[in-house]
């Protein structure tokens, strides 16, 4: 029984679109993020909710939109693609701080 | 700004030998840290932590070392096995931060 799920794994557009990636954890956590692992490997923050509130949220195009419906769940909702938003994108859950567990990651492709 | 390095991108290793990960951080301010592990096409999976009034910390094969002065720490894994082969990233947080900082990973790989 999965921990942390995403949901594509894959996914492939076109610039411009607008695209959703969806997350959910069974692990009852309170907190959950958002991270983009860009082409150089690097695993940065971008958001993340503690029970349903907004409390980190980095420099990230205001394209970008997390949308969490309850403390299980966080999606992650990004406008006009652009071809720089290629990426490897995971989500996360933890209780505290510290101690995250990912997702296993969905790769956007914008072509 | 990266506040987290690792600077070996990779490193190989002979099972049954020890693997030395390294990371060295800038930001004063940070006071756990923690290594995680990372398969292809998987996520990171949480491996090993240290407080900061620590200097070192076991779980089985892996010790993590911290040495606050240098700010360095340092991933021991004894002895190494091939399933160890994997992308290692060091990470650290500020005390009740939620945010982590990553490093950009070491790729290890053991060779029978």
């Known amino acids: 029984d999965t921990a942390v799920s995403q949901t594509p794994k894959y996914l492939v557009t076109q610039m411009g679109n607008d695209k959703s990636i969806k997350c959910e954890q069974n692990?009852?956590?309170?907190?959950m993020y958002w991270y983009k692992q860009d082409s150089k490997k690097f695993l940065k923050i971008m958001f993340s909710?503690?029970?349903?509130?907004?409390?980190i949220n980095e420099t990230v195009p205001n394209r970008f939109s997390p949308k969490s419906p309850d403390k299980a769940h966080l999606n992650l909702h990004i406008n006009s693609l652009e071809l720089g938003d290629s990426a490897v994108y995971f989500c996360?859950?933890?209780?505290?701080?510290?101690?995250?567990?990912f997702g296993p990651g969905t790769r956007l492709t914008v072509t | 700004d990266q506040q987290v390095k690792q600077n070996s991108p990779s490193l190989s290793v002979q099972e049954g030998r020890i693997s030395i990960l390294n990371c060295d951080y800038t930001?004063?301010?940070?006071?756990?840290f923690l290594w995680y592990k990372k398969y292809p096409a998987e996520g990171p999976t949480f491996l090993i932590s240290?407080?900061?009034?620590?200097d070192k910390n076991e779980d089985g094969r892996f010790t993590v070392f911290l040495n606050k002065s240098a700010k360095h720490l340092s991933l021991h894994i004894v002895p190494s096995q091939p399933g160890d082969s994997a992308v290692y990233f060091c990470a650290a947080s500020v005390r009740d931060d939620y945010k982590l900082s990553f490093g950009a990973g070491t790729t290890v790989t053991v060779r029978a």
């Open positions: 930001n004063s301010m940070f006071d756990y």
């Open positions: 909710y503690n029970n349903k509130e907004l409390i």
């Open positions: 692990l009852g956590h309170d907190t």
């Open positions: 996360a859950s933890s209780q505290f701080p510290y101690e995250q567990y």
């Open positions: 240290i407080s900061s009034i620590k």
